[in-house]
């Protein structure tokens, strides 16, 4: 199935398509920066540095098929997109101040809709995002990054 293929049938199963329409539309116009060698630079970074997080934390699956298992997805456009994942593995996009203090692991970040919270717990050698989800019943998902995500992420 093609993305243009993938993206009418998600978009028929929308409840939102609107919001689904500008999330598409942020989605590639930030594929095309992220990977453009002569128009990168214009990305900003905290963008750039969440979109890097978002790939180290996916869910491995995911990653290797090439779409999302949940919303079906093609998972580079997500992970760039500013809504938060279906399946729950990472938060919607973040502004400059919310994402700096979640980054050094200074905040919580939470989705009253579906119930869930993301923290990362960051110490000088390791890197872990904790997932709790409270709705059905209480569950924890630990994801421990390769490196201290503040090096990961600014190696760009």
């Known amino acids: 199935m093609t993305n243009h293929q993938l993206l009418v049938t998600h978009f028929k199963k929308s409840k939102n398509k609107l919001s689904d329409s500008i999330n ?9 920066l ?19 997080f978002r790939i180290q934390v996916m869910n491995k699956d995911c990653y290797t ?8 997805c093609t998972t580079t456009h ?8 279906e399946g729950k593995e990472y938060p919607p996009i973040l502004d400059k101040d919310h994402w700096d ?9 939470g989705h ?3 119930h869930v919270t993301w923290m990362l717990i960051v110490t000088k050698h ?3 995002l904790i997932t709790t989800y409270n709705k059905p019943t209480k569950h924890v998902r630990e994801v421990q990054l390769n490196t201290p995500l503040h090096i990961s992420i600014t190696a760009k």
């Open 24 to 32: 598409y539309i942020y989605s590639h116009y930030r594929y095309r």
């Open 126 to 128: 390791s890197t872990t």
């Open 101 to 109: 203090m979640f980054s050094k692991g200074r905040c919580r970040v």
């Open 34 to 52: 992220y990977y453009s060698e002569t128009f990168g630079h214009l990305m900003r970074p905290h963008i750039r540095e969440q979109i890097d």
């Open 78 to 85: 997500l992970q760039m997109s500013n809504r938060m994942c």
């Open 65 to 72: 098929s090439g779409s999302c298992k949940h919303c079906g």
């Open 112 to 114: 009253l809709e579906t």
